[in-house]
């Protein structure tokens, strides 16, 4: 009984590692505090640009 355990323990482990490369990230790359200042400081330079070409 041990060793018909243990073969099923190891092909639920493969099995499980298969379903997770399989299955889509959720996740969303990580973004630094500082790239998002950036990121944010240029659409707002953006939005400045566009408001001076919509006045003149």
Not at 1 to 28: C, D, F, H, W, Y
């Amino acid at each position: 009984m041990n060793r018909k355990k243990k073969i099923n323990s190891i092909l639920q482990k493969r099995l499980k590692k298969i379903n997770a490369k399989v299955a889509p990230g959720t996740k969303e790359k990580y973004i630094s505090k500082a790239e998002r200042a950036k990121i944010a400081e240029e659409k707002q330079q953006e939005l400045l640009n566009e408001s001076i070409i919509v006045n003149k």
